[in-house]
């Protein structure tokens, strides 16, 4: 068993778990230049969120359990702590029982991190480092921990069947309303709509400014090879979600007749 900073590694897996709704771990991504959490948008059974060019960002974790979980992060599949292309066999973030802690950055040291930002794939750390094709996708690979009980005079590992319970996944769910356009007036009785954008180059994740963060070294022995469940958001600019029909265009509006648009008399055509 090794042991490592706030995080664990151990021995190798093969990964089962498929994306769902946080059943152990709740994932959401915060724009750290608004404080605001980025709204989600479920698209063919995927979770998505709109990122702004050039913005800081966070990984927010919450441990829905009474139970230590690790959590190992992946960002556009590099791992966020080593720079490895990632696997659930590295290195993860543990936390305690029902906590929650903003990953903001990739890991440079035991006290500093290079901040995520949003930006151009093509200046994304993953293209930059050779590794452009899994831009695009946050995963988060959660371990419960291997429980130990007391018997005979001694501490003794549980049977497995004894270990946890099933995890339920938790119900997805999305907010995915459109905006109203405030588009030039219209004709008469005539709708108006704002034509759909052109999608622009993907977004990415950059390697940032450097700043403090501060983690620790502790011990943590998985309860099974293979991850507990594997949380994924997706994300892109609003431009490119709309283009590619994740989030809804804007809404079409009735412009309804003025008596009094204003102006003077003009000519009749012809």
Not at 25 to 52: C, E, F, M, N
């Amino acid at each position: 068993m090794k042991t490592l900073l706030s995080l664990a590694v151990c021995a190798a897996l093969s990964v089962s778990a498929t994306a769902r709704a946080g059943a152990l771990v709740d994932v959401s991504i915060i724009d750290r230049d608004t404080g605001a959490p980025l709204q989600t948008h479920a698209h063919d059974g995927k979770l998505y969120v709109a990122g702004t060019p050039g913005h800081r960002y966070a990984v927010h974790l919450t441990n829905r359990t009474g139970m230590r979980v690790l959590a190992v992060l992946s960002v556009d599949g590099v791992n966020a702590i080593s720079g490895e292309t990632a696997s659930p066999d590295q290195s993860g973030y543990v936390l305690n029982g029902y906590e929650s802690t903003d990953v903001s950055g990739w890991r440079k040291s035991m006290s500093e991190i290079a901040q995520f930002n949003f930006t151009n794939l093509s200046s994304s750390y993953a293209a930059r480092t050779g590794r452009p094709a899994n831009v695009g996708v946050i995963g988060v690979a959660v371990f419960r921990e291997k429980p130990l009980f007391w018997r005979e005079g001694r501490i003794a590992e549980a049977p497995l069947a004894d270990r946890y319970p099933p995890a339920k996944a938790a119900p997805q769910s999305a907010d995915a309303a459109g905006a109203r356009a405030e588009g030039a007036p219209a004709p008469a009785t005539a709708q108006a709509m704002r034509p759909i954008p052109a999608p622009q180059e993907s977004l990415g994740t950059g390697h940032g400014a450097r700043e403090q963060s501060e983690v620790r070294y502790t011990r943590f022995v998985r309860a099974s090879a293979s991850p507990d469940e594997v949380d994924s958001i997706w994300y892109d600019s609003q431009r490119n979600l709309v283009a590619q029909g994740v989030i809804p265009p804007p809404h079409p509006i009735a412009r309804q007749p003025q008596p009094f648009p204003g102006g003077f008399v003009p000519d009749p055509a012809g």
